[in-house]
């Protein structure tokens, strides 16, 4: 059960400004088969509502990880993504960031926690545990979204995401 849920999660958003959905997310999806979406390197879930995620998190591939502009107040207490490069977590919830997690991401240089409630103590606790890891942390500065308007590919796979939402949350119940 828990693995329908973990692909609700990753496949059926669609990211702002994503030209398309890999063919192989949404294979996976019709298979049901998510060992397609545990290869993937970057996972792109910004502005998608996503409240929580599974613990452990487990994306053995995963580089990219963008979370920002999502309601989430917390990580999983274990980050099962050792290849992990780029966190992006601005415009959340979250408060605090255990030093630890950044155990579970050896190879972690880039860490956004712009628009974030993190206090500037929990920041250079994480600087501390790992000082070469680059932290954009304060507030945003307003700028245009760099973002075009959708193209109409990117019309296309939202409707057909949409339609497949109600079967995949048929099978989690």
């Keep these: 059960m828990k693995k329908l849920i973990f692909i609700s999660l990753l496949v059926i958003p669609l990211c702002k400004g994503a030209a398309s959905v ?5 294979n996976a999806l019709k298979r049901k088969n998510i060992s397609n979406v545990l290869q993937s390197k970057s996972l792109m879930l910004s502005g998608q509502g996503i409240t929580a995620l599974p613990d452990p998190l487990y994306l053995p591939k995963l580089q990219v990880l963008d979370l920002s502009n999502n309601p989430i107040t917390a990580l999983p207490k274990r ?9 992006y977590l601005s415009d959340t919830d979250i408060k605090y960031i255990d030093p630890q997690i950044l155990e579970d991401v050896p190879r972690l240089k880039h860490l956004n926690l712009l628009g974030t409630k993190v206090t500037k103590q929990n920041v250079d606790m994480l600087k501390a545990a790992r000082p070469e890891l680059k932290i954009e942390y304060g507030e945003e500065e307003d700028e245009e979204c760099p973002w ?26």
């Design 79 to 87: 980050l099962m993504t050792s290849n992990l490069k780029r966190l």
């Design 148 to 173: 075009e308007k959708p193209t109409e590919q990117d019309l296309f796979w939202k409707k057909k995401l949409e339609e497949a939402r109600p079967e995949v949350e048929a099978v989690i119940e």
């Design 22 to 26: 890999p063919e192989s997310w949404t």
